[in-house]
């Protein structure tokens, strides 16, 4: 069953001239974990607010859970939880007293539904008493989905919920998605991390406005068209420079310990490039070919 | 890089000793002790709430320290705050440029800030442009650009009075793939010509660009040497393993 | 119902742990109260008066000596024409003068009467009435002596002119009008940024995607602020009786009943400034400039509106705060009964209806 339709989504601002949304169109199955993978601006706040019923498209259609975002918005409110980009909570009550609003606010108490905010919420008991401003940024975002799911919605939203969170923090947001999967809850998230992207069953890579791709991410992996050498020596930045002179090199990007390069033919420019690497005296050299990572594949879309 | 970085006690341009900074009874840096040589990238990083924020505050001026000493392009942060302010450049994610003025207009303010004459700004400021490729949009409010371009010419007017340290905090947050990497192409351009880089960063690879890195934990610096050397020091296949490894033995939440 | 409570608890929690706020909203109106009572009840001492004789004869300056001897004048000047009289006023200086007519004794021994013009300086119409106050005494004692000595009946009339404001407005208004502008500040203002506040923060966002009838958020945002503002009423009310001496004259039923309706004209003038603004300082802008300066120009509390434009005059018909302003005067400062006000108490319900229903129509479910 499809938790999550939208058919053709158009949407734009000011009047037309800030296009947001230029005909998206997804599907999100039940207890599926679907990843919104874009950067600023890509315009996956409005296709979630569009989803969530805060706003209305331009054009196309869009269902949660088999109801019209439009027609429907009072049933699909009691049905989904919603976790806007900003830390939305109220900062001057303490953690305990905004689960509670929460809760209240779906009709529901915390114990009714304790089990399925257990693991994150016993990481917060310590805390409880603290006021929701004052806690650290992942604490916050740990808080903030236990009051979306806290009257068990069907679908989850949750809008870059991992933006500005430290690394350790974010991969323990993660694994508590996969358990809620587990649950048989739909959960739409979005995040500017491409790495995050292999952690859901099924991505659409977004760009201003446009998906690029849907598919698993070991798919959008495969479907990498080229060969990826990654390459590293002593002096990066020199490297860096001598690749993107290479008269065969067709693009080159630095990922972290390496630069990721393809060639414009793959199979003829393999053996120059490591002669002409060799001439420029790079120290410590490595080309390896290597296996794309969403984010190589993102950027090859562009 | 570290070819052209000189690690002589000549070329310290941050030297901290047991840097401390409390509210009340929290200490939210805890006796950190670091140098950052000139022209190099120094990575800062560390769990939320570990005390980083803190830490750039006292560097750059704006927050004066518990206990400790440290010195910012050769000015003290107890006494010559407003020295250092002239000779840094700082960029953050949060604030970087007016949105409802252009992006001339954000040039000469900036850079008049920080005492460019007229012609100065004139030639530097129609320069920058250039070289960003912002010619059509020089006049164009910077709340029409994208995050990307807006963080590439934050980054620019921060160190268009040629400070010898730039401060950025978080600077590529949310920003799409390729202008990423166009922004550390920025960052090596800049540290190639000598400028001093501290940043700041959630990307692991990212921290993987920079010449040494410190690692802070609790208030404290874990771990202070170049990425090569973390891996090897813990065993680790990648930065972000590193970074696992040390943050997860973090105690606090705040 | 639970639900409406846990709304209800939150806004006060919000509202109670915001302590500068708390401690202005309540120290507000106390400390005007105090402050605009001070300059009331201030004790006149050695106000500074001139004399303008025209008589010069023995009672002329046996009056002269008395005025000149009582702790509440200092003669600044004699002076010997009418026309100087203006011009010593327009210093500021001059809180009073005493005009005695030519021929001062003569009128009085041969016709058994004669008067003094006292001139005040009214644009401070509370001085003015006291120090005129004052000098009637002085006269009125003269006069009980000379009818003492003979068994004539001597009789000193005191001719009072108020300079500048002749009908000496203002002399308890502004306990009506600090009411009007407190209540309104704490029910229009507060109210509208408490709720634009949650659209800041993104809490409205969330709030919108859950089940929450849109409207009850706002109903309970502003119930609390009808609590604060009866306290406010009664600290008022309080002050005004124990520490004013301005006593309620009329049913404090009725007063406070006729608060509690301008209460929900202003929340309901709140709601709408909510529903038209996305931030805080606009809210807080647009309450200012449309609800204060509004209230303190044509509440009539400052300015007596009789003396304003025609058109200015039909502005204020649209205050609602003027309307309250007559309302409290007429019941607390005149005693009048609500017979006398059903005419400005359905004014405010009418008003009070149209902002609800403003509101109601550009109260939006969704964010656009």
Known sequence: ?302 | MMKNMDTNTANIVIQARNLTKRFGDFTATDAISFEVYKGEIFGFLGANGAGKTTAMKILIGISKPSAGEAQVAGFDVYTQAELIKKNIGYMSQKFSLYEDLTIRENIRFFGGIYGLSRAELKIKGDALIKKLGLEAEADKLVASLPLGWRQKLSFSIAILHNPQIVFLDEPTGGVDPLTRRQFWDMIYEAAHRGVTIFVTTHYMDEAEYCDRVSIMVDGKIEALASPKKLKEQFHAQSMDEVFHQLARKAKRAE | MRLFIAFIFKEFKHILRDQRTLFILFGMPIVQIILFGFALTNEVKDSKIVILDQAHDAFSQRLIQRLDASQYFDIERVLYQSDAIHEVFKTGKIKLAVVFPPRFQHELLHTNQASVQLIADASDPNTASTVTMYASAILKDFQDELIAQTPLPYSIKPEIRMLYNPQLKGAYNFVPGVMAMILLLISAMMTSIAIVREKELGTMEVLLVSPVPPLMVIVTKAIPYIFLSLINVTTILLLSVFLLDVPIQGSIVLLIAESLLFILAALALGLFISTITNSQQVAMLASLMVLMLPTLIFSGFMFPIENMPKPMQIISNFIPSKWYFFIVRDVMIKGLGFKSIWKESLILVAMTCVYVGIAWRNYKIRLE
């Open chain 1, 1 to 302: 069953m499809e938790s999550i339709v939208a058919s053709h989504l158009y949407k734009s601002f000011d009047k037309g001239r800030i296009p947001a949304l230029l005909d998206v169109s997804l599907s999100v199955e039940q207890g599926e974990l679907f990843g919104l993978i874009g950067p600023d601006g890509a315009g996956k706040t409005t296709l979630f607010r569009i989803l969530a019923t805060l706003l209305l498209a331009d054009q196309g259609e869009a269902k949660v859970d088999g109801l019209d975002v439009k027609q429907a918005y009072k049933a699909i409110r009691h049905r989904v939880g919603y976790m806007p980009g900003r830390f939305s909570l109220y900062q001057d009550l303490s953690v305990e007293e905004n689960l509670d609003f929460f809760a209240k606010v779906f009709g529901t108490t915390i114990q009714e539904n304790y089990y399925l905010v257990k693991d994150i919420y016993q990481q917060l008991e310590p805390f409880k008493t603290r006021k929701a401003g004052k806690l650290s940024g992942g604490m916050k975002q740990k808080l903030a989905l236990c009051c979306a799911l806290i009257h068990k919605p069907s679908v989850l939203f949750l809008d870059e919920p991992t933006t500005g969170v430290d690394p350790v923090s974010r991969k323990e947001f993660w694994e508590m998605l996969q358990k809620l999967k587990q649950e048989g809850i739909s959960i739409l998230v979005s995040t500017p991390y491409m790495d995050e992207a292999s952690l859901c069953d099924r991505v659409a890579l977004m760009q201003k406005g446009k998906i690029l791709d849907i598919d698993t991410p070991s798919h959008i992996i495969d479907k990498f068209p080229k060969k990826l050498w990654a390459v590293s020596a002593t002096n990066m930045y020199q490297l860096l420079m001598d690749l993107r002179a290479f008269s065969a090199t067709a693009a080159c990007y630095s990922f972290g310990e390496s630069h990721h390069l393809t060639l414009k033919n793959d199979a003829s420019d393999a053996a120059s490039l490591q002669q002409y690497l060799t001439e420029k005296k790079h120290k410590d050299l490595k080309i390896n070919t290597i296996k794309p990572t969403i984010e190589d594949c993102f950027m090859a879309m562009l």
